[in-house]
């Protein structure tokens, strides 16, 4: 059974930082010839979910949105199976809940923020980002 285990949020206060994980179980990132792409999307209070970044397990290669770029860095250890976001000079508007996604292949400019690009879904985590 597939699963994406995401945590590491919290409470923190603006211009502070926050790296969240994301431990996958039931696939290996190599497992696919050109592996997987590992998305991290976030839902603000009343608001739709966003796909804010990507990265390809196969190749590294990152996108990100551009309500963070600059500030979120994304990464992945494929030995231990986990996506992180590296979360810097957290803002207020970036309070929401945090989800990881993933799906065979690779990450696209252009459609990484799609949620029906992705099969496999982790809970959220919420992080909440005082002023």
């Known amino acids: 059974e597939v699963q994406l285990q995401a945590s590491g949020g919290g409470l923190v206060q603006a211009g502070g930082s926050l790296r969240l994980s994301c431990a996958a179980s039931?696939?290996?990132?190599?497992?696919?010839?050109?592996?997987?792409?590992l998305g991290w999307f976030r839902q603000a209070p009343g608001k739709e979910r966003e796909g804010i970044s990507c990265?390809?397990?196969?190749?590294?290669?990152?996108h990100y949105a551009d309500s963070v770029k600059g500030r979120f860095t994304i990464s992945n250890d494929n030995a231990k199976n986990t996506v992180y976001l590296q979360m810097n000079s957290l803002k207020p508007e970036d309070t929401a809940v945090y989800s990881c996604?993933?799906?065979?292949?690779?990450?696209?400019?252009?459609?990484?923020?799609?949620?029906?690009?992705?099969?496999?879904w982790g809970q959220g985590t919420l992080v909440t980002v005082s002023s």
């Open positions: 990265i390809s397990s196969g190749d590294g290669s990152t």
């Open positions: 039931g696939f290996t990132f190599d497992d696919y010839p050109i592996g997987y792409a």
């Open positions: 996604a993933a799906a065979e292949g690779r990450c696209y400019s252009g459609t990484y923020y799609y949620m029906s690009e992705y099969d496999y």
